[in-house]
């Protein structure tokens, strides 16, 4: 199994910059795919980016696109997600993920993950 703790989170301006981690523990690191979603009240979790188990494949939801970053540090057992020119669209409950490297193809799919943070609160001000 795979525990997975963010950090990073809290309030910023619109236009402003935060860079969210993700600790994982548990087994290998490197064996998974790993990605970030959000959420917000009522709403249905949806897809932010993805970064493959190498870091040599990438995906992003078209609305972070240009802005958000995702990375990973399979060493330090760590993924991060830079967030860049942040809206006030972007408040949200941001979760990391991990799923076993099955299917690549499907990364932006929710139910693919297996493995599930806490959640950490971003809030864009405007």
């Known amino acids: 199994q795979v525990q997975l703790v963010e950090s990073g989170g809290g309030l910023v301006q619109a236009g402003g910059s935060l860079r969210l981690s993700c600790a994982a523990s548990?087994?290998?690191?490197?064996?998974?795919?790993m990605g970030w979603f959000r959420q917000t009240p009522g709403k249905e979790r949806e897809f932010v980016a993805a970064?493959?188990?190498?870091?040599?494949?990438?995906n992003y939801a078209d609305s972070v696109k240009g802005r958000f970053t995702i990375s990973r540090d399979n060493a330090g057992n760590t993924v991060y997600l830079q967030m860049n020119n942040l809206k006030s669209e972007d408040t949200a409950v941001y979760y990391c993920?991990?799923?076993?490297?099955?299917?690549?193809?499907?990364?932006?799919?929710?139910?693919?993950?297996?493995?599930w943070g806490q959640g950490t609160q971003v809030t864009v001000s405007s």
């Open positions: 993920a991990a799923n076993d490297r099955g299917r690549w193809t499907y990364n932006y799919w929710s139910s693919e993950y297996k493995y």
């Open positions: 970064i493959s188990w190498s870091g040599g494949s990438t």
């Open positions: 548990g087994r290998s690191f490197s064996n998974y795919f």
